[in-house]
């Protein structure tokens, strides 16, 4: 098939539009253009990129074999920052095999070992809210989960140097957030070491000082044994030919875990929040079942029907990445009876998906109970992705999301501060709530916490 360009503004102009605007771009094109529609988002040569949203033709994508792809087309700009050994930028067998090592850490099983932490650091984090305070669900959140990610990715206890990478870590992220800033990953030519106060050198300088923790925790580690955290689950690993990762693989996978696995959690997690206080009666539900549940044992709590569902409807309603790993067509390929030609980008639309009448009744409505009685398939139902490419922290952050909402909601009482809806606004590689989302009053203390005593 001859591939149109559907919408015939410029190339430019679209991919500007698409950054600055993602889900009403989005929403414009599949009203416009029906579903697959064809844009160019990607600078000002773009190819063609044909977005779906149909589960019939997302399986069909998610089953193709690999080959036919080439998945570094849109991946590449993270390299400066996760390395080229991440798992983000491999191929074929070499991601199979990174995929093989990393997975067993984060099976359902060993979330076990996870939970307690998980409690714990929720429960020093908010211990100094009392009932009138403002909170900032970014900084709470974001707070939260680098906290989590750094003592159980990482596995380092809280000390100099855990202090250390955290705030190094916590001012890179943000300053990769800022427009000004991610455009540095995007053209290749303004990075330029021109020293310490130029914005690339001020990039590499801390780059470096991170990249040295975390060197001296992998050769410290290297001396120990018996520890449970993914790091050392990582360390031990072994590949089909007996083989190991080496130090820079390490680095690399513990950076990308990082960024993939902290401000997602975060963002998906102000979503939760903003989305029950937003809606009374999802609210009163969530809150009686917490209230009739001990909360002593952390399989409990992710095992309630009710805070399961309300984590899976905020991942539909505002899926935290709004797309799939783009793929470039090596090989021409069929899909849904069409045929796309070499050089067109093939995207997956969580976003769209998510939000198809064939499948969802009122989507625009945030309804956990559509998920009590039903199950989507994984075609229909995707906020994690999926195929060869399909996230690996599935279990880990549902496990974390239920456990941190639990926490909370079971030792606070919150209202939201401001009353204008949020919308959803781009924050890196995440969808936020808008700033009237972000914050929350604690209006009291509850009296039914039953939180684990650790
Ligand atoms: C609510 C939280 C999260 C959401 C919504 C999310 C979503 C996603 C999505 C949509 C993808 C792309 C999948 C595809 O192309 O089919 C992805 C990939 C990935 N995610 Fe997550 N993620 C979350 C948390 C995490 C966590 C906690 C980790 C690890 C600590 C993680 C690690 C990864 C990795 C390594 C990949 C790349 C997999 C590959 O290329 O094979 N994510 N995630």
């Given at each position: 098939m001859q591939v149109n360009f559907q919408n015939k503004n410029p190339a430019l102009w679209q991919t500007l539009q698409l950054i600055s605007q993602p889900t009403k771009f989005l929403e414009n094109c599949i009203e416009r253009y029906g579903d697959p529609f064809t844009v160019r988002v990607l600078g000002l040569n773009s190819p063609p990129v044909v977005f779906f949203s149909d589960p019939q033709a997302i399986k069909e994508i998610f089953t193709?074999?690999?080959?036919?792809?080439?998945?570094k087309k849109a991946t590449h700009v993270f390299k400066p920052l996760?390395?080229?050994?991440?798992i983000i930028l491999q191929e074929g067998r070499s991601h199979q095999r990174q995929k093989q090592l990393m997975m067993p850490a984060f099976h359902g099983d060993r979330m076990k070992t996870y939970g307690e932490i998980i409690c714990q650091i929720t429960t020093e984090v908010i211990q100094n809210w009392t009932p009138g305070k403002v909170i900032s669900l970014q900084q709470e959140m974001s707070n939260i989960t680098l906290q989590i990610i750094l003592q159980v990715v990482f596995g380092i206890s809280p000390g100099s140097r855990y202090n250390k990478i955290k705030e190094l870590l916590s001012s890179l992220l943000d300053d990769v957030t800022k427009p000004w800033y991610s455009s540095l990953f995007f053209f290749p030519p303004l990075q330029k070491d021109l020293g310490a106060w130029s914005p690339w050198g001020q990039f590499l300088r801390r780059r470096q000082e991170i990249d040295e923790l975390i060197y001296s925790e992998i050769y410290q580690r290297r001396q120990e044994q018996f520890r449970t955290d993914i790091l050392s689950l990582l360390m031990s690993a072994q590949d089909e030919d007996g083989q190991q990762m080496t130090d820079v693989e390490l680095r690399d996978q513990l950076v990308s875990l990082l960024l993939l696995g902290y401000e997602t959690t975060a963002a998906a997690l102000s979503w939760a929040l903003y989305l029950t206080h937003s809606a009374p009666q999802v609210l009163a539900n969530l809150s009686s079942e917490l209230a009739q549940t001990s909360l002593e044992n952390p399989e409990k709590i992710t095992a309630l029907p009710y805070l399961t569902a309300v984590c899976q409807e905020t991942l539909r309603i505002y899926p935290i990445g709004l797309i799939c790993t783009p793929r470039m067509v090596k090989e021409t390929v069929q899909i849904n009876g069409e045929s796309f030609g070499i050089g067109t980008i093939i995207v997956p639309c969580i976003y769209l998906a998510h939000r198809r009448r064939e499948t969802y009744s009122q989507p625009d409505k945030f309804l956990p109970e559509r998920f009590l009685n039903h199950r989507f398939s994984p075609y229909e139902y995707l906020p994690f992705g999926g195929g060869i490419r399909g996230c690996i922290g599935v279990a880990f952050s549902m496990y974390e999301m239920k456990l941190v909402l639990a926490t909370i909601l079971s030792n606070f009482e919150l209202t939201l501060a401001d009353s204008r809806l949020a919308h959803p606004v781009r924050r890196g590689i995440t969808i936020v709530p808008s700033a009237s989302g972000m914050k929350m009053i604690v209006t009291a203390q509850r009296q039914f916490a039953k939180v684990p005593v650790l």
């Open positions: 193709l074999p690999g080959e036919k792809f080439d998945f996760m390395g080229d050994k991440s």
